[in-house]
């Protein structure tokens, strides 16, 4: 009987392998004929996302369905493939496709644990899957999925398989392939890793969410432990190897930023650009732009404008948390009512949101989105101090959203909030107009408006050093002295209403000399240097600094910068007297490249001493840089002393109400422009000003610009010649028998055009022909008379030196 039974047994295993086989070969000859052709994989063509680079190789933007980066598999670490392989399939280089037994192996473990927990899908099977097939758990999709895998073995080399599996698998993180995962998760390229990095990475394929070390780390640990056992079994590596990666620490990158340094506001200038040449395709062709950013300045411009405008909260004191909520009495309700709650609230730049836990005048305290507890004390608590001891009604209660961040190291944080006022810094080489460094405000993902290049704003002064260029061609000097008295225009004057112009402080007084009115920001004597030389013309001669002289409406408003401008339009334009002269245009895209490296694209700017245009005369740009060169040595932007060095210039600006603050600054090769507002106009407060606010995020940034960089200056051109001055008169100094005696100047060194010296001081005469001054021996020079008649109506007494002109 016993036999029998198994003579039962064994012919029922055979028929039963009979059948099968018969149906798998049935299966096989319906399936195999219409498995789809391998074009996908023998001309593998990902979508590749456009990238945006640094000057200096610092990915900056990405844009894309896919966040994905191709790696050919000789690039690929050996670690990062043996750590895959002893992950998903260590019998890859010796299977045809379906691992057999893998398959018998999974079948016996998901029999013994009476359900199906473990697969036996091989690295090829996967990627039959991601290319070709659904992911439905149905008998056909598997025999199709394995019929598929032997088709592709038979068809690519191993490698090749390899190297599609490596670059088209999905890792979380909008990552497809282990390139861009490397950088999304390590902000490092994969030949950066270390082979615990390697392993985390390796240990995503299996269950991309569930394994995330960013969402879940102490589940991807476990996970990466697994993976590096596993490559200690295999013999990829050895026990002080494995022991080695298992202790190391593993720094994930938490932030959103997926770039090596913050550039947004360019990055997304480039791709309008591209968008507009090449259409949707530069989302899926893998297009390379390169810009003319530096990461150091880009990085320095971020941090300015960070600082600028952190400070400018801590002068105004602190506005209250973002919201109040409840919380809960059980610690573990309130830990998921917190979680629950900031998981809605995205971080701003480095300002993240908590949940106070408890406020007192000496500490607060700070719940994290990840449970941290943070505490803030000391210095930190002075500008909420208000808050915090529940001063004029106002108290930091528990359930308070509020911002805090990171005081220099994790164990000192403080209190902040997120910002309402706006700032912009650009920076441009006024050599070729090479955009080194833009942000067009506090943080892109917030507000996308970009302040450097969008934004239309009144300059105030900082427009002035145009009206005196212009001023200069009509033969005025730094050394001719206009009247500081009070001045009142009439409607058709001043554009519509009559304005009596003051200066900042209220003050009037003595005629000045023209450096000295431009070193002090003199209002008064702005308004009458462009009643001088006329409205009409000094709109038109801006032109030549790049402005829309329909911007800027030509009345006497003009002289205190009325008009509007953009901070890239102010850099170009003060990039005009860097340079000594030329007309350089602003430009931020390099080259571009296709996917292989081919060129696209590439920028060919205009030169200043070459193929740029000249503007001015190189003299004017020379004598009004030294001129500016004053505002910052002891003028309104004396505080750039602190840089120690020579060979800065530049002009603070602020306009009405001090609803903009400006400085716009320069080096012989850095041209940099620093803008202060709120996007809806309104004012600043009653103490900003352009030396305030503004000049604080310029000197940040131009000091770790410059750090290292030797002093250039600016050489005198020809055609200029210094002079003795009397600074009282702007007249000629005569040296005293003191002088001659003791070897001393007998006024102050001056420069001027060798056609327009400055007159004795025997007195000149008003040619009412030329409505100009007339001296003997030397050319007219324009006279501003105090108080003319109508516009453009030239006095007609004589005057003596020393009358204002």
């Not at 969402?215 to 640990?221: D, L």
């Not at 989302?283 to 390169?290: D, E, L």
């Not at 309104?682 to 009653?686: A, I, M, N, T």
């Given at each position: 009987m016993f036999s029998k039974w198994w003579h039962y047994a064994i012919a029922l295993v055979v028929s039963l392998g009979v059948v099968g086989t018969a149906l798998a070969g049935l299966a096989a000859a319906l399936i195999y004929p219409n498995l789809p052709p391998l074009e996908a994989l023998t001309d593998y063509k990902p979508k590749l996302p456009l990238r945006v680079y640094t000057s200096d190789g610092a990915l900056i933007g990405e844009f894309g369905e896919e966040r994905r980066a191709f790696i050919t598999i000789d690039k690929v670490p050996d670690y990062m493939k043996q750590a895959i392989i002893a992950a998903e399939d260590e019998r890859f280089y010796s299977h045809g496709g379906v691992d057999t037994l893998g398959v018998l192996r999974a079948a016996a473990s998901n029999l013994l644990s009476g359900g199906a927990k473990e697969g036996a899908s091989t690295i090829t099977m996967q990627v039959a899957r991601n290319f070709f097939l659904s992911n439905e758990k149905t008998l056909t999709r598997k025999l199709s999925e394995a019929m598929l895998a032997m088709k592709i073995e038979h068809n690519l080399s191993k490698d090749k398989i390899l190297e599609l599996y490596i670059n088209q698998i999905y890792l979380g993180q909008r990552a497809y392939g282990f390139e861009a995962a490397a950088r999304a998760y390590f902000g490092k390229t994969m030949r950066d890793l270390s082979l615990a990095e390697f392993a985390m990475l390796a240990g995503l394929p299996k269950a991309p969410s569930r394994y995330n070390p960013v969402?879940?780390?102490?589940?991807?640990?476990s996970r990466q432990e697994y993976v590096l056992k596993r490559m200690h079994t295999l013999k990829f590596i050895d026990q002080p190897t494995w022991q080695a990666a298992i202790k190391q620490k593993l720094v994930i990158r938490q932030t959103r930023q997926q770039t090596d340094v913050a550039a947004d506001y360019a990055a997304e200038m480039v791709r309008q650009t591209l968008f507009e040449k090449?259409?949707?395709?530069?989302?899926?062709?893998?297009?390379?732009?390169?810009?003319t950013l530096k990461r150091a300045q880009q990085d320095s411009a971020n941090r300015a404008v960070w600082q600028g405008i952190a400070d400018y909260d801590l002068r105004h004191g602190y506005r209250g948390p973002e919201k109040q909520i409840s919380l809960p009495a059980d610690k573990s309700a309130r830990d998921a009512a917190i979680v629950d709650l900031l998981d809605d609230i995205a971080p701003v730049s480095d300002l993240l949101p908590a949940v106070v836990l408890g406020a007192t005048p000496k500490q607060i305290r700070a719940q994290l989105q990840d449970g941290?507890?943070?505490?803030?004390?000391?210095?930190?608590?002075?500008?909420?101090?208000?808050?915090?001891?529940?001063?004029?009604?106002?108290r930091l209660e528990p359930g308070a959203v509020v911002r805090v961040q990171s005081a220099g190291s994790k164990s000192q944080?403080?209190?902040a909030q997120l910002p309402e006022v706006e700032a912009a810094l650009v920076a441009v080489n006024p050599e070729d107009g090479a955009i080194t460094a833009l942000v067009g405000g506090f943080d892109f993902n917030r507000n996308k408006f970009n302040r450097a290049t969008q934004a239309w704003r009144q300059p105030g002064s900082s427009f002035k050093p145009f009206i005196y260029s212009a001023a200069l061609e009509k033969g005025l000097t730094p050394a001719s002295m206009i009247d500081n008295a009070p001045i009142s225009l009439t409607a058709e004057e001043a554009g519509g209403t009559a304005w009596e112009p003051k200066n900042y402080d209220s003050s009037t007084g003595e005629p000045v000399r023209i450096r000295a009115a431009l070193t002090k920001s003199l209002n008064l004597v702005s308004v009458r240097i462009l009643q001088a030389i006329g409205p009409h013309y000094a709109r038109d001669y801006i032109r030549r600094f790049g402005f829309d002289p329909a911007r800027h409406p030509p009345y006497l408003t003009m002289a205190l910068g009325a008009g509007s401008v953009t901070p890239l339009q102010m850099a170009a334009a003060y990039g005009v007297f860097a340079n000594g002269g030329f007309s350089v245009n602003p430009h931020l895209i390099d080259k571009v490249y296709d996917k292989d490296g081919r060129l696209l694209m590439q920028s060919s700017p205009h030169k200043a001493g070459g193929s740029a245009p000249r503007v001015i005369d190189p003299r004017n740009a020379w004598i009004m840089?030294?001129?500016?060169?004053?505002?910052?040595?002891?003028?309104?932007?004396?505080r750039a002393n602190q840089l120690g060095r020579s060979d800065i210039a530049g002009k603070t600006g602020t306009t009405n109400d001090a609803r903009d603050t400006w400085f716009a600054g320069f080096s012989p090769d850095l041209v940099a422009i620093a803008w202060m507002g709120y996007d809806q106009p309104?004012?600043?407060?009653?103490s900003e000003t352009g030396a305030q606010s503004a000049l604080p995020i310029w000197l940040n940034f131009m000091g770790a610009a410059l750090k290292g960089v030797p002093q250039k200056g600016w050489p005198m051109p020809g055609g200029i010649i210094p002079a003795q001055i009397d600074p009282a008169t702007g007249a000629r100094a005569s040296a005293s028998l003191l002088d001659a005696v003791l070897g001393t100047s007998p006024g102050m060194t001056e420069y001027f055009y060798q056609e327009f010296p400055p007159p004795d001081a025997t007195g000149v005469d008003w040619d009412t022909e030329s409505d100009s001054f007339a001296a003997p021996g030397h050319a007219a020079e324009p006279a501003i008379p105090a108080k003319p008649a109508s516009p453009g109506t030239p006095a007609k007494a004589p005057v003596t030196v020393g009358t204002p002109i």
């Open positions: 969402v879940n780390f102490p589940r991807a640990k090449y259409g949707e395709s530069i989302y899926s062709t893998g297009i390379k732009a390169v810009t941290t507890v943070v505490e803030i004390t000391g210095n930190s608590l002075k500008w909420i101090a208000s808050w915090a001891a529940g001063k004029k009604g106002r944080w403080r209190l840089t030294n001129m500016m060169q004053d505002v910052v040595r002891h003028g309104t932007a004396a309104r004012s600043l407060g009653r």
